[in-house]
DNA sequence: CGGGGCTGTGACAAAACCGTGGCGACGGAC
DNA sequence: GTCCGTCGCCACGGTTTTGTCACAGCCCCG
């Protein structure tokens, strides 16, 4: 049974990995903090390292160095996590000492395979955990037009109307109204929504909801800075506004 | 760093357990299948094993009595799943030398928990307390809205409503009401009730109880001072007062 | 009725949380 | 090829929440 150290401050991202490469039967260790990950390596010999490249405090870079410095994951094989796609963070990832390089956003049938190579085990797989992953691809959201709060929203068309004003929406900011329209006085959380309105599933932080909330908040509320329609519940999510 | 193994065949809870005893530290290996379990318990060393008691092939049973017959995990702790909450089951569960017991469906906040206990090893008294709780009502994120002296408490909406009047909680002062208002009169200690609103495994000291207490009081009771909702339970903890 | 724990409370610092602007990457249109 | 719309991420700053502490008050017990 192998084990996986994976750090990175990103709860989200830390969630998913850690349930993806468990399913795999993969023992998963996962840490936030670049201080405690050291301390974790320093006694303990891991099979495979995930590394997030940017981490608040200790530099994934820096880890990275440290590790291959000696200790008892002298040759761990590393697989570095960075935001970031440029040449230059990969060079720099790879002469550290990394092993292999992934940019998000990223699937996860990616990560899994290729923590799968840097094992090296043949191992047959025990199960597939993507085999329903697409069950929430088209289904789930309704067809019927709903209005609210002054807003028409029609599925069918894709279009929302203001005042008898057409809003141009992007698809994404038009699913995450969808979703939120369609239950008003629901909290989601951003978890909730990620799973709804990304529809793919690639490692997205939640904080990417705060964007497209922003981004859909400028173009149907009055006044972006004091919202009307969709609300920000603290330390929860956001809702759309009772009636 | 402990190890643990998960024998679960429904992929949502597989998926659901190994997330979070992985974030809480734990080095998580899941299988569905009741045969790769046993491999793995007779080559492996484990400080913990969740396990269902409903498996197709070989039973949660047989795997429960072919562990404590000998092999590398005879004296491990393990937690039994199972979907019924039949008094049969549990005792067919225990006398086939299982430690603790969980009917589903479950609340993660309370898996955690318990998994910890048995990690730890606790004295009985604390685990039958905690079961009392647990048998008293649904258990954790429970979406079903629920009123009790004189609130309605809504979960799936975050709100609070006394006498039609919306109360404006903090997240964690929600969760604290929610917790001890789904067992009203079960008394929960300060230790129980970290566990079971503070989420992370973050550690803080049982006198923050106190404050988050102080704190809802403040918003739902009349006169804080004498409350007549939350109260205290001298040299115990807290509990919701019973109808 | 006095003492030794428990518990309630206010204040303060630390942490968490959220809004926002901006940057770089990607992909389609032309 | 370039331009442009979209999207995810990050960093910064303001705001809210929360953990801790010290001290006062309370309860139980002898």
Redesign the interface.
Known sequence: ?S?VLIVEDD?HI??LI??HL??E???????GDGHEALA?AGE?AFDLVVLDLMLPGVDGLTICKALRHGGPNEDVPILMLTARREESDKVLGLESGADDYLAKPFGVRELVARARALLRRPRAS??R?EA?AHSAGAAGLDERPLAIHGMEIDPARRRVRIAGQDVELTAQEFRLLHVLASHP???FSREALLSRVWSDQTFVTPRSVDTLVKRLRRRIEADPATPARILT????GY?CADV
């Open positions: 049974m084990r709860r830390r969630e850690v349930l468990g399913l039967g993969l023992a998963c260790t996962a840490v974790l303990t025990v199960l955990a329903a006085g629901i909290v519940v603290w330390g929860a809702k």
